[in-house]
């Protein structure tokens, strides 16, 4: 198991306690297959043109799916990428 997924898993099973209010946030837009699939991929721990290489588009296609992901999702990372997939159920953890 990757570290990524070590430390995502770690830290979703551990609760959060925060004084702070959490801001509500609109539904985010809904993920097409592609996203889904290469959501699901870099779960997996592929970069970007390993995914590439293994769907038969560009580098430059991955990148641009994976910021529409991050842009939909109102995240700025990988790793909340993936946190919020998680959360959202949108990938399988297995």
């Not at 609760?15 to 959490?22: E, F, K, Q, W």
């Not at 779960?43 to 799916?65: C, F, M, Y």
Request: glycine share 4%.
């Amino acid at each position: 198991m990757g570290s990524v997924k070590r430390s995502m898993r770690t830290r979703l099973a551990k609760p959060r306690r925060s004084s702070a209010p959490v801001p509500k946030r609109r539904r985010p837009e809904a993920l097409t297959s592609r996203e889904r699939e290469i959501l699901q991929i870099i779960w997996s721990g592929l970069k970007n043109k390993e995914i590439g290489r293994r769907l038969k588009i560009s580098v430059k296609t991955v990148e641009a799916h994976r910021a529409n992901m991050m842009k939909k999702i109102r995240v700025s990372n990988t790793a909340q990428l993936l946190k919020a997939a998680i959360r959202g159920s949108m990938i399988d953890i297995r």
